[in-house]
Structure formats: C-alpha cells, structure tokens
C-alpha cells in the first residue's frame, strides 16, 4: 500500500479555458473561484492535507497571472513550468516530466473540483490502490448517474479486473475526473511535438495497463457559465 506523500503532482493550467468565457477572459481557469476561492487552491488544500510536498503547474494562457498567484500560494516546494505556446496535454508534462523525479505522480486538470469521500481523500484511494506491476495510469472516475448540477459524459466502463475501456460514442458508465496516477515510463516513445495526453491512455488501455477507481463523492464537470454557477450556487447553500 503506497502512502500519498510519497509522490509529486503535477498540475495542468495552461489552457485557455473557452467555453468558460467571460470568467476566463482575463485568467486561467484554474483561477476562476468556486465556494470564494480559485480552484487551484482547492486543489493545493487536498495535496496539502495529503501531505504532497513536491508540485508542478503548467502555464501557457494568462501565464503571468497564473505565475502571480503561484508565487503567493503557502506551498512547500512549487515548480512553474511556463510555456511560450500551448503544448497540449501531453508535451506539456513531458517538458517538465523531470520534476517528478522518475517515479510516479499524480496528474491533475487544473479544473478539477471535488469533494472527498467518507473515509479517504482521492490522493490516498487512489494511491492505496496503485500496483505499479499491472498499472500504467490509474483514473479517477465519476459515475454519471451520480452527476446532478453539471453534466456527464460516459467516457468509460470497467470491465471485471477494474480496467478501464473507452467508450467512443460516450455512452459509458463513467466520466474521467481529472485525476489520475501515472508511470513516467509511459513517455518514452511519445512525441516531440504538441498531443494529447489521451493518446497515452489509449496506449495504456491497448496494453491492458489502464484502471479505474470509482470516486464516492462529489465530483463537477464545469465546462460553461451556467455549469460555474449552479455548482457556486449549490456550494453557498450548503455553506448557509
């Protein structure tokens, strides 16, 4: 059983965030705020409260206002990895794959909002369940059926062993999270030009070496304003 503490993240913030617009007119979306704060630093809270020492964050889009708030974050050890164009998904955390230090990390969209479950937090699920020996990516899924506020896409199903399947008509019972474990072995023949880290899970499905954990909590999809808005406004009526 691994311990969460005992792997870097890596955060990706270098996208431009479109659909999100005007709330990303003038920042990354990483910065755009859920519950009164950016959702970079919810993500930063959960590494912090894992005990995650070591992060890197990708930049591209807004690189200086992302750089501006990283700066003020109360983090241990945060590495900017800025990038003059955008690299996609996938080149750009192989630029910076050094910094996770040949071992394996977790990866996350820097869009990422979630709630923990009842009894472990994502980070330690997923590291718990991590077998380096038959895993090359571990996924975090949402089930659909479970998505309420913003919508789902069933990205994918598990078969009996826990392994991951892409579902191309989308019609799975599962939507990717944003969270995942990766190996950094799985790099080695990839590209030198812009792709997407999907290309890596499909290769990692191919071999039989892509999982999934099921998450058993809140997890939101927000893609539009009015996806921002009526998780904000879910969150305030909680908070009251």
């Known amino acids: 059983m691994h311990n969460p503490s005992n792997f870097n993240a890596f955060i990706l913030a270098a996208g431009e965030g479109r659909r999100l617009r005007p709330y990303t007119n003038d920042i990354p979306k990483p910065l755009v705020k859920l519950a009164g704060k950016p959702i970079l630093e919810h993500i930063f809270h959960r590494l912090n409260h894992a005990n995650i ?40 955390v192989k630029r910076a794959l050094h910094t996770m230090e040949n071992k394996p990390f977790y990866l996350c969209n ?39 506020l913003t919508k789902g896409v069933g990205d994918y199903n598990l078969d009996k062993a826990g392994k991951a399947v892409r579902c191309l008509n989308q019609d799975g019972e599962y939507m990717f999270a944003g969270v995942r474990i990766c190996n950094p072995d799985i790099f080695q023949d990839s590209p030198n030009e812009p792709f997407s880290f999907l290309q890596l899970m499909d290769a990692a499905q191919e071999k039989g070496r892509l999982y999934g954990l099921i998450h058993d909590a809140d997890w939101h999809h927000i893609s539009t304003p009015e996806d921002l808005e009526r998780v904000n406004n879910a969150l305030r009526e909680e908070a009251a």
């Open 53 to 92: 020492s070591h992060v890197t964050v990708n930049g591209a889009y807004k690189k200086e206002v992302l750089k501006t708030f990283l700066d003020s974050c109360d983090f241990p050890s945060i590495y900017f990895s800025e990038e003059d164009d955008l690299l996609d998904t996938g080149l750009g």
């Open 110 to 148: 820097g869009d990422a909002f979630w709630t923990d479950g009842p009894n472990e937090t994502v980070f330690e699920r997923l590291a718990h369940m991590w077998n380096p020996e038959t895993m090359d990516i571990l996924l975090l899924l949402q089930p659909v059926k479970n998505m309420i």
